[in-house]
């Protein structure tokens, strides 16, 4: 039985390859897979989250369609966006900025929501700048947000470029996913691994903190086993034994 398929990128994929197909640039088509198919791999080759951000603003930078980038990651504590990445420490001033301004005007939790680029202006209304958010989520599952300073002149068919960049962004949410989930899940081993203090008396294991609990606790909150009860054949026969007539 295969298992269940779930990813943003087929409709991706269907946006950009209509937009080539309208242009007449099918000629262009094995280009395009082999440059997303080496950004895979590139992605995937990465073992943490600069890593993986660094080779994305890398092919980010290559549609020519941005100034400045930066990318915010969700903080697994406290849920809040955290600046992991910018062209440099200038730039990563300007663009915090231009989020928090955005977050004030709510077009940041509307971004969230999308599975496209979210635009927005900045300056005066005659001449403004223009910029993008873009989520970094997996179906409903985000992982970090992406803004960018469109560049005044445009490189040609950007519209099929906004597609790519979807692509691109799409495929880095889901490499900063696989990796959040393969740390997870290398705690989850090591810390089996671990000897468990456990009391002699009473059964309660010793935390990190070095609180007792009761095991069945400390098993729900160190993996994702669920505890149920039972009775084992010489506890029956001790506790639950019928006195015979």
């Given amino acids: 039985m295969s298992e269940a398929f779930d990813s943003v990128y087929p409709d991706f994929l269907r946006s950009g390859l209509a937009k080539l ?16 198919e080496h950004f895979r791999r590139d992605l995937h080759a990465q073992d943490s989250v600069r890593g993986i951000l660094n ?6 930078a290559g549609l020519n369609l941005f100034s400045k980038t930066g990318f915010w990651t969700v903080n697994g504590g406290d849920f809040s966006f955290e600046l992991s990445l910018a062209g440099n420490e200038a ?6 900025k231009i989020v928090d301004g955005q977050i004030k005007a709510g077009r940041f939790a509307f971004a969230l929501r999308q599975s496209t680029p979210t635009f927005f202006l900045l300056g005066n209304e005659t001449d403004p700048d223009r910029g993008v958010l873009h989520s970094l989520a997996i179906s409903s599952h985000v992982v970090g947000m992406f803004c960018g300073l469109l560049r ?11 597609s790519v960049l979807s692509l691109l962004l799409g495929a880095c949410a889901d490499a900063l996913a696989t990796l959040r989930k393969t740390r997870q899940l290398a705690s989850q081993i090591e810390t089996l691994h671990e000897l468990l203090p456990v009391c002699a008396w009473c059964k309660k294991v010793r935390n990190d ?13 160190h993996s994702r086993t ?8 010489e506890c029956q026969d ?6 015979s007539r």
């Fill in 21 to 36: 197909n309208q242009l007449d640039a099918q000629r262009e088509l094995p280009a395009l897979f082999a440059a997303l």
């Fill in 55 to 60: 080779v994305s603003q890398g092919y980010v």
């Fill in 91 to 96: 730039d990563g001033v300007v663009l915090q």
């Fill in 152 to 162: 005044r002149d445009l490189a040609p068919a950007q519209e099929i470029a906004f």
């Fill in 209 to 221: 903190s070095g609180y007792w609990d009761q095991i069945e606790k400390y098993i729900t909150s």
């Fill in 226 to 233: 669920k505890i149920t009860h039972g009775i084992c054949p």
């Fill in 238 to 243: 001790k506790f639950l034994k019928i006195p």
